[in-house]
């Protein structure tokens, strides 16, 4: 009798210390505050879910690469500079050079997978504290951005040695990518972050590259020693976050038809808070890709109810950071 | 089912002369659901030393963390010198004159061992500035005192373990308690550290101070202890001045059987050559220009345990680090494993080799906090287990339990974090790491620390199980009598150099200290 209450005691406990359930607990807060605040019925649309998929999928593709990288108890402040670079290559090369698509995607995933690498080299390498090598990333990736445009924006219109602009047609690559499939249903760049989403649950929950990740986010010396490849699973986890960024990058440039060599600014903070949001510490060692879906959910959600109520940018910005803490808060109260 | 045991509850040693500085009664205390401490009393005199002693898991860690205000909640009650009181904080139980030496250190590494000294407790002036002149002072005759040979500028992570430790114990000092608690504070300390301690402890006894001390080395139960409570399994056993229980009884009181031999009887089957170490050279892994290991050898065989003798800082450690790939290609040597020559790399290389180390330091080398049982498991072996980079979980999770019942890993589940479990299931999880690799030679640096007698008997067990599996095992270890007792040969250390080698028979205790010392034999 006792016992059996003592057990039932314990699964309770247990499952509340679950940290899925309690990042789920705080998308459903949310929702329900979408329910109360409907905005006339529209948040029971599905075209007003399926555009908030549709817009919160770039930061979420920079989420993923992002959770990677912070299991091994790193950070990666360079996701949004690789997405403002691979989003410019992928403009010049499409839109000015007319590249097959099957050469321009390659060709910026092998970029921005370079750049990663090069930040994983760095600090697995030289020691380098990644959130220093990443920023130096940042900064130079921006700067390759601006140089590659020559600061302007990478668009349909071309100028010609005469001065005048010349229009070209848009590939179809673009259009492709930036479509509505499923009769109008679901954006494709929701299923490309739905598609890296499963990528990062693979990796994490079925490969021994995960198994590694955790392991160096765990406790670095101690996976060295049972004979963790450490430099070269570092190097993958950044290259891997480079990746996600490139792709990010281009579903960018697809969605706003032009390679801007500004864009992806502040995104770095974006996907941090949406991993953070799901409950991955940032400690290493912890955490997982559902969390970071759930998180993503949460702030898009989050930003979605608030414009669909026509709330004030300045208000906007100032409560999204509130509900980022009150959200933080609530996981740590119940661990 | 209790009934018996309440029986054999005894409250022997009973001197009223001293004046009763701590009373507990009825304590009790849950972590999510599950009782780890059930109606435990418990009482400290001035200028006695009360033993703690019990198996990992008893709740001997729990009853000190509440004493010294870690844990807040709790049942039953707690008087300080006559005056009933529950402390808020760790900082309130630390005012009120309790202080604690960790088992896990409780030390910055990133500051100076003035700093830490201090640390919460800063001499001021006004109570803003720091009144560096003073402290440095204070901590200097202290540590001057305690004969610890160290600069109060040096930063903790440049001390070796044994310096810290002591920096530990002065730490506790330097607040002048009335309470002291020691949990195992000698796990890493040689034994003239330990006599240095004890002298120590005798002054404290005489300023009237009362102190609670952890340990699960018999040998200081007998040599420090005037009287010794036992818990088992969350619940008071018993309490008796060490003379009037031997250590068979004793022992059955804190494991609940009778182990008639503390360490099993040993017949080797000592099979051919498996190791040989040649002119192994390793400069100091700190960055100083002197050689940690230097011209050093040693030969094992397979069915073998051949013990590392030598004092803190003789590089025993380090020659295992180094043998074993964690420095990389920096150790250097002519070394051959079954007759055929390896060269160092790195550890996946060695073990890939047949080589596996335990190292000494299990929190920070050993295992990864927040992975399940079965990961720490598999981890050293994942290609095992895995086929085309994909992890199969069924095959690593038949092996984790398969260790887990050999090696008799007391867990609720194996998906359990490994971090909840206690000292020595977590060393055995390491353990079973270290087999899942299947190894040829086994490097264990202290492999008992801090585990408690029924673990180390079971430890013991299995090292002379493996060996007569045909392992050869190389065996480091600061509990003296455990090194004799296991090994069939001991080759000491002295400053990085080989002094003597004994076979188990000749070997004594007093040989072994003379040629840590440095006097050659060979």
């Known amino acids: 009798m006792t016992k059996n209450k003592l057990k039932t005691e314990i699964s309770q406990k247990k499952w509340l210390r679950s940290p899925f359930i309690r990042a789920f607990a705080a998308l459903v807060f949310v929702l329900l505050l979408g329910v109360i605040f409907n905005a006339d019925g529209a948040f029971f649309k599905w075209d007003t879910h399926r555009d908030m998929l549709r817009h919160i999928s770039v930061f979420a593709i920079l989420g993923c690469g992002m959770t990677l990288v912070i299991i091994t108890a790193g950070i990666d402040l360079s996701v949004g500079s690789i997405l403002g670079l691979t989003a410019v290559l992928f403009s010049i090369f499409s839109l000015h050079n007319a590249w097959s698509p099957w050469v321009t995607i390659p060709a910026c995933l092998i970029a921005g997978t370079a750049c990663g690498v090069i930040s994983g080299g760095l600090t697995a390498r030289f020691k380098i504290q990644p959130f220093i090598a990443t920023l130096a990333m940042m900064v130079f990736a921006r700067g390759v951005a601006k140089w590659a445009s020559g600061g302007q924006k990478i668009s349909t219109a071309v100028l010609q040695p005469d001065g005048n602009y010349h229009y070209t047609p848009v590939p179809p690559i673009f259009n492709v990518l930036n479509s509505k499939i499923l009769s109008d249903n679901i954006a494709v760049v929701t299923i490309i972050f739905l598609a890296c989403i499963i990528i990062c649950w693979i990796i994490l929950a079925k490969l021994k590259l995960g198994r590694y990740i955790y392991a160096i986010g765990g406790n670095e010396e101690a996976a060295r020693i049972s004979g963790i490849p450490v430099f070269a699973t570092k190097l993958l986890a950044y290259g891997m976050s480079g990746l996600f960024s490139a792709v990010a990058g281009i579903c960018q440039a697809v969605q706003e038809l032009q390679g801007d060599p500004e864009a992806g600014m502040t995104y770095e903070l974006t996907a941090i808070a949406i991993v953070v949001i799901g409950g991955t510490n940032l400690m290493g060692g912890r955490g997982g890709i559902g969390l970071t879906f759930i998180g993503a959910m949460t702030i898009g959600y989050l930003e979605k109810i608030l414009s669909i109520n026509a709330v004030g940018e300045a208000s906007r910005l100032m409560l999204t950071g509130t509900i980022i803490v009150g959200a933080v808060l609530f996981q740590k109260a119940r661990r | 089912m209790y009934g018996s045991e309440r029986i054999k509850n005894k409250r022997d040693g009973e001197d009223n002369n001293r004046k009763i500085l701590l009373r507990m009664e009825n304590i009790g205390k849950s972590f999510s659901g599950v009782k780890v401490l059930d109606d435990v009393s418990f009482d400290l005199k001035s200028g006695e030393v009360h033993i703690l002693a019990g198996e990992n898991g008893a709740g001997k860690t729990t009853l000190i963390k509440i004493i010294a205000g870690v844990h807040t909640d709790y049942e039953g009650e707690i008087w300080l010198e006559g005056q009933t009181v529950k402390f808020k904080s760790p900082h309130d139980a630390a005012r009120k004159g309790i202080s604690t030496i960790h088992q896990e250190m409780s030390l910055i590494n990133s500051m100076s061992v003035e700093d830490n000294m201090f640390l919460g407790r800063e001499k001021t002036h006004a109570g803003l500035w720091v009144d560096y002149h003073t402290q440095r002072n204070q901590v200097r005759s202290l540590l001057e005192q305690m004969e610890v040979d160290v600069a109060v500028s040096t930063l903790i992570e440049q001390c070796p373990l044994s310096v810290r430790q002591m920096i530990e114990i002065a730490k506790a000092l330097v607040n002048e308690a009335r309470i002291i608690i020691m949990d195992e504070p000698t796990s890493t300390l040689s034994d003239s550290e330990v006599s240095r301690l004890f002298e120590i402890i005798k002054n404290l006894k005489n300023k009237g101070c009362g102190i609670i001390y952890i340990s699960h080395r018999l040998e200081e139960i007998y040599r420090i202890g005037d009287r010794v409570s036992i818990l088992r399994d969350g619940r008071y056993i018993g309490t008796s001045t060490p003379q009037k229980?031997?250590?068979?009884?004793?022992?059955?009181?804190?494991?609940?059987?009778?182990?008639?031999?503390?360490?099993?009887?040993?017949?080797?089957?000592?099979?051919?050559?498996?190791?040989?170490?040649?002119?192994?050279?390793?400069?100091?892994?700190?960055?100083?220009?002197?050689?940690?290991?230097?011209?050093?050898?040693?030969?094992?065989?397979?069915?073998?345990?051949?013990?590392?003798?030598?004092?803190?800082?003789?590089?025993?450690?380090?020659?295992?680090?180094?043998?074993?790939?964690?420095?990389?290609?920096?150790?250097?040597?002519?070394?051959?494993?079954?007759?055929?020559?390896?060269?160092?790399?790195?550890?996946?290389?060695?073990?890939?080799?047949?080589?596996?180390?335990?190292?000494?330091?299990?929190?920070?080398?050993?295992?990864?906090?927040?992975?399940?049982?079965?990961?720490?498991?598999?981890?050293?072996?994942?290609?095992?287990?895995?086929?085309?980079?994909?992890?199969?979980?069924?095959?690593?999770?038949?092996?984790?339990?398969?260790?887990?019942?050999?090696?008799?890993?007391?867990?609720?589940?194996?998906?359990?974090?490994?971090?909840?479990?206690?000292?020595?299931?977590?060393?055995?999880?390491?353990?079973?790491?270290?087999?899942?690799?299947?190894?040829?030679?086994?490097?264990?640096?202290?492999?008992?620390?801090?585990?408690?007698?029924?673990?180390?008997?079971?430890?013991?067990?299995?090292?002379?199980?493996?060996?007569?599996?045909?392992?050869?095992?190389?065996?480091?270890?600061?509990?003296?009598?455990?090194?004799?007792?296991?090994?069939?040969?001991?080759?000491?250390?002295?400053?990085?150099?080989?002094?003597?080698?004994?076979?188990?028979?000749?070997?004594?205790?007093?040989?072994?200290?003379?040629?840590?010392?440095?006097?050659?034999?060979?």
Request: glycine share 10%; hydrophobic share 40%.
């Open chain 2, 245 to 522: 229980l031997p250590p068979e009884d004793l022992i059955q009181w804190m494991v609940g059987r009778r182990i008639s031999k503390h360490f099993p009887e040993r017949s080797p089957l000592i099979g051919k050559e498996c190791l040989k170490v040649e002119n192994f050279f390793l400069p100091d892994p700190a960055g100083s220009k002197s050689w940690a290991v230097e011209d050093f050898s040693l030969c094992a065989h397979s069915g073998e345990i051949v013990g590392v003798a030598g004092l803190q800082g003789s590089g025993k450690s380090e020659f295992f680090n180094g043998l074993f790939g964690t420095y990389g290609r920096a150790a250097k040597g002519n070394i051959f494993l079954d007759g055929k020559p390896f060269n160092i790399q790195s550890p996946g290389d060695s073990i890939n080799h047949g080589l596996a180390l335990l190292t000494n330091e299990r929190k920070n080398t050993g295992l990864i906090p927040f992975m399940s049982i079965t990961r720490n498991v598999s981890l050293a072996s994942l290609n095992k287990h895995s086929k085309w980079g994909w992890i199969r979980s069924q095959s690593e999770e038949s092996a984790a339990a398969g260790h887990a019942k050999k090696l008799r890993i007391k867990a609720r589940s194996l998906d359990q974090e490994i971090d909840t479990l206690s000292g020595g299931n977590q060393q055995k999880v390491v353990l079973a790491k270290w087999l899942e690799t299947q190894p040829r030679v086994l490097l264990l640096n202290e492999p008992t620390m801090g585990v408690d007698v029924g673990a180390k008997h079971d430890i013991y067990a299995l090292m002379n199980k493996w060996t007569a599996q045909g392992l050869a095992i190389l065996l480091i270890t600061s509990e003296l009598s455990e090194l004799l007792a296991m090994s069939d040969r001991i080759i000491v250390m002295h400053r990085g150099r080989r002094t003597a080698e004994y076979s188990g028979n000749e070997a004594t205790q007093e040989k072994i200290t003379r040629a840590s010392m440095g006097e050659t034999e060979i």
